[in-house]
T-cell receptor, first 114, second 115 residues
Framework: DVKVTQSSRYLVKRTGEKVFLECVQD?????MFWYRQDPGLGLRLIYF???????EKGDIPEGYSVSREKKERFSLILESASTNQTSMYLC?????????????FGEGSRLTVL | AQSVTQLGSHVSVSEGALVLLRCNYS??????LFWYVQYPNQGLQLLLK??????LVKGINGFEAEFKKSETSFHLTKPSAHMSDAAEYFC?????????????FGKGTKLSVIP
């Protein structure tokens, strides 16, 4: 079975803290993505990566950064967490190129910033 | 930019009734279209996808969707709802821009199934 694993299902952080969300996939996929999901807004793309050490901004990158040092791992970083970053964060991966575009998702990390 | 519109943020049906979830897209080229489902406290999983082959696409769990180019629609249906179908459903369109291929998601429709 294909698997995308997000290290933390639930996190509670304080305003100003640095937050790391980790995502690992075991499918040798080239492409990896970070989305945030908010009620009534659907999924919005934060950052994506086509290959190791490559990253591209999505639709809402402000306040976030990412790291992809290894093909299987894609990390989302909140340098200084704020309350408006309280959300569900979803990691996904996909094989390279356009392909079918099918994304495989992790189970999500629900972040609360107090 | 491409967009996806899901009509109705909440839909309620009785168990055994027809499920119809609506999705319209904007695209200047023939799109790839997807439906994903999200069960409570889980990530999204693929229900079905349209990739310019047959216009009627069958997916998992008895769901199907029909691509209608003239209506720019890709509505999701199931003849008879089960309690286990209660979930949130997302329509998505794949588009290319600046050399990359991205999925744009609709805002989701939460399906409730009434016993």
């Amino acid at each position: 079975d294909v698997k995308v694993t997000q290290s933390s299902r639930y996190l509670v952080k304080r305003t100003g803290e640095k937050v790391f969300l980790e995502c690992v996939q075991d499918m040798d996929h080239e492409n990896m993505f970070w989305y945030r999901q908010d009620p009534g807004l659907g999924l919005r793309l934060i950052y994506f990566s086509y290959d190791v050490k490559m990253k591209e901004k999505g639709d809402i990158p402000e306040g976030y950064s990412v790291s992809r040092e290894k093909k299987e791992r894609f990390s989302l970083i909140l340098e200084s967490a704020s309350t408006n970053q309280t959300s569900m964060y979803l990691c996904a991966s996909r094989t390279g190129g356009a392909g079918t575009g099918e994304l495989f998702f992790g189970e999500g990390s629900r972040l609360t910033v107090l | 930019a491409q967009s996806v519109t899901q009509l109705g943020s909440h839909v309620s049906v009785s168990e055994g009734a027809l499920v119809l979830l609506r999705c319209n897209y904007s695209s200047s080229v023939p799109p790839y279209l997807f439906w994903y489902v999200q069960y409570p406290n889980q990530g999204l999983q693929l229900l079905l996808k349209y990739t310019s082959a047959a216009t009627l696409v069958k997916g998992i769990n008895g769901f199907e969707a029909e691509f209608k180019k003239s209506e720019t629609s890709f509505h999701l249906t199931k003849p008879s709802a089960h309690m286990s179908d209660a979930a949130e459903y997302f329509c998505a369109v794949l588009y290319s821009g600046a050399g990359s291929y991205q999925l744009t998601f609709g805002k989701g429709t939460k399906l409730s199934v009434i016993p």
